[in-house]
Each structure stands twice: as structure tokens, then as C-alpha cells.
């Protein structure tokens, strides 16, 4: 009688597991992405081809910021697997403090002059107009793109009549497009959607150059799945497509 019973309670507890397993299967994974605002869009154009081609079952969340607030959340906790950051040195910071496995360089940003108004005549003198206008930048404290943008400013001796700081990029391109600001040093990847304005590309050497990096946060199958798919040709034709050198 007790081996009987013994032998009921084994093939239960083996149903359970098997049934515990297959609900796990059938369940998508998650894979939640921590991503710098001038890299949004095209974020969402590699989201979309990665579930296409390589895992159609994988539920992706992504979160859009700033790169140095991405990371202060990254160093309090926040569940995110991969990080996109604007720079180098965000990523590289988390991984020494034990925060992350393997950094990768998967884009190098431009930055442009952008202006509000469909009017080239107005950058043919940009440094005198800028002289008399509000300019948009991203916060050079949390964002590479701000700190590229004073560094075009020093180096070509401007001094704007006023500056107004986005948390992003992305807020210091919507600032032009609101008509906050007159002109935006922002990043070339914004523009590649419809916009309102015009821009001029600036010379890299103006500032250092804007090398950015993802850094992988956790060893979820998904996670490394996802990190090693932004490597493919496929998704650097499309970076580069997007505004990146």
C-alpha cells in the first residue's frame, strides 16, 4: 500500500512540473531596454525587425531618457537587460561598479544646427543669428549630445542670448519644433521623421566625438539574444540608415 501510494504521489508531482514547464514555455519572455532619447526612433525600427526575424515570442519594453539618468537609474535598481547609452563612459562606469557583462559600440552620432523655419538663408550666418536667438541643447550634465553642443558653442566662440536645456535631446529638438526656441544643436538622427525645420551638419571636429555604446545588464537568454542581434549586418545597415556615421 505505501509503495502504491509512494508511486501516485511521484507521477502528481512529475504532472505539476510538467504542467509548471509548459506554462513557462508558452509564456513570452520579457526584455526590458534602457534607451538614450537621439536613438529612440530607430530603437523602435530595430525592436520591430528583431521580433520579425529573430524571436517573435519576445515582449520588448523600452524606456527613453537621458543617458546619465538612464544610468543613475540603472546604479538604484531599475530591472532593465540592456543599456543604450549616448557615450562611453556611462556604460563603462556601470560595468567597473559590477553592473553589467560586455559593451559594444553600436553607433557614432553627428551633431547638427537645427532651425525652425524652412529657411536655408537663415544658416548662412548662422554665428550672428544665433547671437540674437534662443538655442536648445540637451542637458550637458546628463546627456553627450549637450556636452558635444557647448563644445561647438566654445570652440566657434558663440555665445547664444539664451539657452534653454532639454532633459534629452529629444526635448531639446522638440523645443524648436514647438517654436520654444529659435534654433536646436541636437542630434541628425531626430531628422530623419518628418520635421518642421532645416539644419546644417557641423564639422566633427568641433567636438569630441559622440561613440556610443550598449552595454548588457543581465544574462536573461532574451537580453544577449537581442544584444547580439544589434552586431548583425542587418541591424547596422538600418543604424546607419538612421542618421549615424
Not at 508511486?7 to 526590458?32: D, E
Not at 536655408?120 to 540637451?138: F, P
Not at 555665445?159 to 542630434?187: C, D, K, N
Not at 568641433?206 to 544589434?230: G, M, N, R
Request: with cysteine.
Amino acid at each position: 500500500m505505501w509503495q502504491r501510494a509512494k508511486m501516485v504521489y511521484s507521477i502528481l508531482l512529475c504532472s505539476f512540473a510538467l504542467f509548471f514547464c509548459a506554462q513557462s514555455m508558452a509564456q513570452p519572455s520579457k526584455l526590458t531596454i534602457a534607451c538614450a532619447a537621439n536613438f529612440s526612433a530607430t530603437m523602435d525600427k530595430l525592436v520591430n525587425l528583431f521580433q520579425l526575424q529573430m524571436s517573435k515570442s519576445t515582449e520588448v519594453r523600452v524606456v527613453t531618457g537621458s543617458s546619465g539618468a538612464l544610468a543613475s537609474q540603472i546604479q538604484h535598481g531599475a530591472p532593465f537587460d540592456v543599456y543604450f547609452s549616448a557615450d562611453h563612459a556611462l556604460p563603462q562606469r556601470l560595468k567597473q561598479a559590477g553592473l553589467g557583462y560586455e559593451s559594444i559600440v553600436y553607433a557614432k552620432g553627428e551633431l547638427v544646427l537645427y532651425a525652425s523655419v524652412q529657411n536655408e538663408h537663415l544658416l548662412s550666418d548662422w554665428r550672428q543669428a544665433l547671437s540674437t536667438a534662443t538655442v536648445a541643447i540637451a542637458n550637458p550634465k546628463l546627456a553627450p549630445y549637450g556636452r558635444a553642443a557647448l563644445q561647438v558653442l566654445q570652440t566657434q566662440n558663440v555665445t547664444p542670448q539664451r539657452i534653454v536645456q532639454g532633459t534629452s535631446v529629444l526635448q531639446a529638438f522638440q523645443f524648436v519644433e514647438s517654436g520654444h526656441a529659435q534654433f536646436g544643436l541636437i542630434a541628425k538622427s531626430l531628422l530623419q521623421a518628418d520635421h518642421l525645420g532645416t539644419y546644417i551638419s557641423l564639422p566633427i571636429e568641433w567636438y569630441e566625438p559622440i561613440e556610443q555604446h550598449a552595454l548588457l545588464l543581465t544574462p536573461h537568454p532574451s537580453a544577449k539574444a537581442f544584444f547580439d542581434f544589434v552586431q548583425s549586418d542587418a541591424a547596422k545597415q538600418l543604424i546607419n540608415a538612421s542618421g549615424y556615421r
